[in-house]
């Protein structure tokens, strides 16, 4: 019996792989994804209240999806997403 998530990866055709738990070393693109989120956001704002850090949020995911990044070769996070959605072009 698969799970909501386990069929929606075998319906796009995605591999899911799993790691060995407790080991953050095996999963360095999350570990980093994590720091770049506590440096450039967490601990850079004060929240008033949850509605507030929803507001917040909402506009720095906004700015890091727009952002040209290195790893996706100068081109957005939302960009590149469009243009695997739309043209199937994949980023290596």
Known sequence: NLSL????????????KLIRPFTPRHNGKVERSHRKD????????KFYSFEDFKTQ??????NYNNFPMRP????????????????????H
């Open 5 to 16: 998530f386990e069929r929606a990866l075998k319906e796009r055709k995605i591999a899911h």
């Open 57 to 62: 949020l909402a506009v720095h995911l906004r």
């Open 72 to 91: 996706l070769n100068w081109i957005s996070p939302k960009a590149t997403l469009f243009n695997f959605l739309h043209f199937g072009v994949t980023y």
């Open 38 to 45: 506590n440096e450039y956001f967490y601990a850079t704002h």
